[in-house]
Structures are given as C-alpha cells and as structure tokens.
C-alpha cells in the first residue's frame, strides 16, 4: 500500500530514515514549518529554514523516491518571540506563493497567548489571500480549551471549515473536531499524544471520514514510520483496506490539493530517479515524455 | 567567443512573449502623485518578486514544443543553445530580460540577486538559464559561482549544461572546479559550451590527478577524461 505522510519535520532526519520510509511505501510527505527545538533570534534563520523547505530538502526526498510539500508559517511558539515575529510575517506573502507551499501551518495556539492569537488570525487572512488551506497546531497544555479555540476563531473570521486541518488530536479533541467542518489530524508518538491501538479504537468509533494521521516525526523520540506502523494495526483489527487507504492516501490527498498546487496525478506518478528534476530534459539530454504529437529528441531550446 | 553582445534582447523579448501567446505580468503600480500631475507608475520590486514567483501558475509548467522555424529564429537572435524547457522558465526568462532593460543597473543587480536567494529550485534554474542573456553579464559571477557550489544537482546542471556563462565569464579556478565536478556528478562534458577554450595545463594536471585518486582508490575512471587529457 502506498502512504502520505502529512506531518512530518524530514529536516530533523537522516538518509536512513528517507530509505525506511519509501521501502516501507511512503511516497508522498509534507513538511510543516515548526520550531526547531531551540528558539530563532533572527528572522534570517527563518528565511533560510522557508528556503530548504521549498529547495533543499525536496530534493533529499527526490533522490529516495518521496515526494516533499511543506506547509509555512510563523509558529504559534515563535509568535511570542517580538523579536522575529513581525519580520517572519513579512516574509510570507512571498513564501507562501511558492510552488511547493500546500497550505499555511502550523498555526494556532500553544500556550494561548494574546500574540498567538493575532497572529493566527492575521495568518488565517494570509491563508484566505493565497487561497491556501491551513494546518492547525493545538497545544499540548490546555490541549480541550486551546481546540475549542481555535475552532471558534476559525468560525469567527468566517474561514471556510473543510480548509482547515486541525491536528494532534486525543479522544478528548476528535469529537469537537467533527462536530465542525474541519478535519482531524492525529500524531502517532512513542510515548505522547497518540498511539497506534488508540487511533484503532478511535477509526473504530468515527469511521474515516475528515480523519487523517500522521507520524509528526522530528527531533525528538519520535517515528518516522508511524502512518505504515498505524496502518498495519488497523490492518490487525480488522478495518478494511478500503478504509485504511481512505485515511494513510485519499484524505491527506483531497484535502492538501485544496491548494491547487498538489496535483493528484503528479503525486499518484512514480518518480523518474533517473531524471531527479521534474521532467527538465536541460538537464539530462532526454527529452521529456511526449503526452500526444510526436515529439522527439531534442525539440528544446 | 560568445558574448552577450550577440544577443537581440528586444527580439529575444519579443520572441518570447509572443511563443508563450500569455500576458506578461506588470510590474507596475499605479500611484496617484501630485494633484498637478497625472497618475504616474513606479517599478515596484515587490509586485515583481512575487510575479517572478508566481509564474508557474501563470504560464503553465508544461514543455515547450519549438518548430524548426522557432528554432531557427532563436539562432537567429543570438541563442544558438538550448535555452529551456518549459514554459515558465521561458516566462521568467522574459520578465528578467524585459526588467534588466527597465531597471537601473544596480537595482537589476540587487533584484537578481534577491531572487535567487529566495526562489525556489525552478525559480533559481530559471535565472541560470538566463544568466548569459542579460546586459554586463560578469556582473553575476557571484551568483553563478554560489550555482557552481550547489549540492542541488539541478542547479548545478542548470549553470553547467548547455550553459554558455562559465565558459564566458568564469576564471580559470572556479571554471575547473565546475568541470571536475561535472566530471564526477557523470555529466557529459560535450553540454559544457566552449570548454574547448577553456583547456589549460593547471585543468589537465587536476584532472591527471584526479585519474591518479581513482585508480589508487579503485574505482572507475569516467570516459570523458579523454576529453581533458587530449593534446
């Protein structure tokens, strides 16, 4: 079975685990921009880390076989540092426009601070400019509150619901989620949010519907093969293959292509290692794949 | 030696724009000045950056089918290699020739460079390809340098094959570093554009020396090296 891993930090990653993911049938991932453990005191540290994820780690994931997306923000952590925030901001309504960029996250709320507030909504109102769905962090403190939250800022600024992906959702979370039109979004950890045999019981429960996983990897203890390991319990306790493909593929497929920028097709193709750039016959000397006419050899310039 | 003085940049403009049959963004604002004075437009950097980025959208990222008749035109106004491959990269190509021409120097120069810092991998392939085509070219060797340095194989390939800046612009260390490299990425060294000029001792010691690391290590020795070791 093929796998979209629509959470996850590969800067954080090695080569190895790029060879596990794509040997375990993970072809498609997306990078939110989060935190990277230690706090930023220059914007430029943000732009340059906005220029790997739009540059350098698409294609890393290129060599091995794995489609890479991002999703860009200013984090709700980093949003209390006035040092950076403002010009991290800035940064975005070009950043946002890039090719690579399916949606604006992670966004939201950590410890529910007045910054965090302004500027989720100023970034719900970026996301509504570029057309871009969103990725919703809820915090790990104050998790139920920081949720009902920012689903009822979401409803507030009148972004539509079925463009947002709430994410890191418990037992306690899902069902506040789906009573919304937004989607849910569930980090399977080693140790925190949430596990496999819970996110079982939880299919079990609300069905597929709006329900997405992801493994969240990062710097920490973390797993990069969490959405196969999930699919496999499902696959153990009996949930249908059907279902567990609407969940691991189709979902995380539908709704990031709401950006317009992840094309479906594109994403459903193997990649040509032996291209390794999009098609460019610049590159190679080949010429690209002719869909119809008869093209052949060197019709470039 | 091909310089940029060959090149027709209002007919290569024009070409352009007229093969991708799109509108071409504007990169002015309007502005209401004094009420003496009549709305007066300004060159906006920012419109263009994010024009400059938005052209995937706006032109399509699908391949360029050029006939023998475009083929020939473009010979015709200087560019006698293989310029692109998609669309948007002719678009962007476009919107920095029609910028080099509309800007000053120095602002051309700060944009570029801009540009490149924060574009995206097709952005940045984009402005290598059309590195040779603008006004003063030598003023960018620090970019095509950076370009040179790349671990991203499409840019590097971007400046190297088909290319012919390094050849015109670069001196000799940065030019044999970039051919060694090519050599060793597996790149054919017949798509380095006039690297036949660009022969000297110190290249044919570095890559005698680099046949020497291969076989004390064991390994393959590309066939292109006979290109570099010919008398």
């Given at each position: 079975?093929?796998?979209?891993?629509?959470?996850?930090?590969?800067?954080?990653?090695?080569?190895?685990?790029?060879?596990?993911?794509?040997?375990?049938?993970?072809?498609?991932?997306?990078?939110?921009?989060?935190?990277?453990?230690?706090?930023?005191?220059?914007?430029?540290?943000?732009?340059?880390?906005?220029?790997?994820?739009?540059?350098?780690?698409?294609?890393?994931?290129?060599?091995?076989?794995?489609?890479?997306?991002?999703?860009?923000?200013?984090?709700?952590?980093?949003?209390?540092?006035?040092?950076?925030?403002?010009?991290?901001?800035?940064?975005?309504?070009?950043?946002?426009?890039?090719?690579?960029?399916?949606?604006?996250?992670?966004?939201?709320?950590?410890?529910?601070?007045?910054?965090?507030?302004?500027?989720?909504?100023?970034?719900?109102?970026?996301?509504?400019?570029?057309?871009?769905?969103?990725?919703?962090?809820?915090?790990?403190?104050?998790?139920?509150?920081?949720?009902?939250?920012?689903?009822?800022?979401?409803?507030?600024?009148?972004?539509?619901?079925?463009?947002?992906?709430?994410?890191?959702?418990?037992?306690?979370?899902?069902?506040?989620?789906?009573?919304?039109?937004?989607?849910?979004?569930?980090?399977?950890?080693?140790?925190?949010?949430?596990?496999?045999?819970?996110?079982?019981?939880?299919?079990?429960?609300?069905?597929?519907?709006?329900?997405?996983?992801?493994?969240?990897?990062?710097?920490?203890?973390?797993?990069?093969?969490?959405?196969?390991?999930?699919?496999?319990?499902?696959?153990?306790?009996?949930?249908?293959?059907?279902?567990?493909?609407?969940?691991?593929?189709?979902?995380?497929?539908?709704?990031?292509?709401?950006?317009?920028?992840?094309?479906?097709?594109?994403?459903?193709?193997?990649?040509?290692?032996?291209?390794?750039?999009?098609?460019?016959?610049?590159?190679?000397?080949?010429?690209?794949?002719?869909?119809?006419?008869?093209?052949?050899?060197?019709?470039?310039? | 030696?091909?310089?940029?003085?060959?090149?027709?940049?209002?007919?290569?403009?024009?070409?352009?724009?007229?093969?991708?049959?799109?509108?071409?963004?504007?990169?002015?604002?309007?502005?209401?000045?004094?009420?003496?004075?009549?709305?007066?437009?300004?060159?906006?950097?920012?419109?263009?950056?994010?024009?400059?980025?938005?052209?995937?959208?706006?032109?399509?990222?699908?391949?360029?089918?050029?006939?023998?008749?475009?083929?020939?035109?473009?010979?015709?106004?200087?560019?006698?290699?293989?310029?692109?491959?998609?669309?948007?990269?002719?678009?962007?190509?476009?919107m920095l020739i029609a910028a080099a021409s509309e800007v000053h120097p120095a602002g051309f120069q700060s944009?570029?460079?801009?540009?490149?810092?924060?574009?995206?991998?097709?952005?940045?392939?984009?402005?290598?390809?059309?590195?040779?085509?603008?006004?003063?070219?030598?003023?960018?060797?620090?970019?095509?340098?950076?370009?040179?340095?790349?671990?991203?194989?499409?840019?590097?390939?971007?400046?190297?094959?088909?290319?012919?800046?390094?050849?015109?612009?670069?001196?000799?260390?940065?030019?044999?570093?970039?051919?060694?490299?090519?050599?060793?990425?597996?790149?054919?060294?017949?798509?380095?554009?006039?690297?036949?000029?660009?022969?000297?001792?110190?290249?044919?010691?570095?890559?005698?020396?680099?046949?020497?690391?291969?076989?004390?290590?064991?390994?393959?020795?590309?066939?292109?090296?006979?290109?570099?070791?010919?008398?």
């Amino acid at each position: 079975m093929r796998y979209f891993d629509p959470h996850i930090h590969m800067t954080s990653r090695t080569t190895d685990d790029y060879a596990a993911m794509r040997q375990a049938g993970i072809e498609a991932v997306i990078e939110p921009a989060f935190w990277l453990g230690q706090p930023r005191s220059h914007v430029g540290t943000f732009e340059d880390y906005f220029r790997s994820l739009i540059g350098w780690e698409p294609f890393r994931a290129g060599q091995f076989g794995v489609r890479h997306f991002c999703t860009l923000s200013l984090n709700p952590k980093e949003a209390n540092n006035s040092a950076v925030a403002p010009g991290v901001f800035d940064l975005l309504s070009i950043y946002l426009q890039k090719d690579a960029v399916v949606a604006v996250g992670e966004i939201g709320y950590d410890e529910i601070t007045p910054d965090e507030e302004r500027y989720f909504q100023l970034q719900l109102e970026l996301a509504q400019r570029f057309d871009l769905p969103i990725l919703v962090h809820t915090p790990h403190r104050d998790k139920k509150r920081g949720t009902e939250r920012s689903l009822a800022l979401i409803r507030a600024v009148g972004f539509p619901e079925e463009r947002a992906l709430i994410d890191h959702n418990t037992e306690e979370t899902l069902p506040l989620v789906l009573e919304t039109g937004c989607w849910a979004g569930h980090s399977i950890y080693p140790n925190t949010k949430m596990d496999e045999s819970r996110m079982v019981a939880l299919v079990k429960r609300f069905g597929t519907d709006r329900i997405i996983i992801n493994s969240a990897a990062d710097w920490g203890v973390s797993d990069p093969l969490k959405v196969p390991k999930t699919a496999q319990a499902m696959r153990a306790s009996g949930i249908s293959e059907e279902d567990i493909e609407t969940i691991v593929w189709h979902n995380p497929a539908t709704f990031f292509s709401q950006s317009g920028k992840l094309d479906l097709c594109t994403v459903e193709q193997p990649i040509d290692q032996t291209q390794l750039w999009e098609g460019n016959s610049v590159l190679r000397g080949q010429a690209p794949t002719p869909t119809s006419g008869a093209l052949s050899g060197k019709e470039t310039v | 030696m091909i310089s940029n003085t060959m090149i027709d940049s209002e007919g290569l403009s024009d070409f352009l724009t007229t093969y991708l049959h799109a509108p071409m963004p504007d990169p002015y604002h309007s502005y209401d000045g004094t009420q003496n004075r009549a709305a007066q437009k300004v060159w906006d950097e920012k419109t263009f950056r994010e024009s400059f980025t938005g052209a995937s959208r706006r032109f399509g990222q699908t391949p360029l089918y050029l006939s023998d008749q475009d083929l020939s035109e473009l010979s015709r106004l200087g560019v006698t290699w293989p310029l692109a491959a998609t669309r948007d990269e002719f678009g962007r190509i476009a919107m920095l020739i029609a910028a080099a021409s509309e800007v000053h120097p120095a602002g051309f120069q700060s944009m570029l460079q801009r540009c490149y810092d924060e574009g995206d991998t097709r952005e940045r392939h984009s402005i290598l390809r059309a590195l040779p085509l603008l006004p003063s070219a030598e003023r960018f060797t620090s970019l095509a340098f950076d370009a040179g340095r790349s671990h991203l194989q499409p840019l590097f390939e971007a400046l190297v094959c088909d290319n012919p800046y390094p050849s015109t612009y670069f001196p000799d260390r940065p030019m044999n570093h970039m051919v060694l490299k090519a050599l060793s990425l597996g790149i054919d060294l017949d798509r380095i554009i006039g690297l036949e000029r660009r022969m000297t001792p110190e290249l044919k010691r570095m890559t005698v020396d680099y046949v020497a690391e291969r076989r004390a290590a064991g390994r393959s020795i590309p066939a292109d090296v006979r290109l570099l070791l010919r008398d």
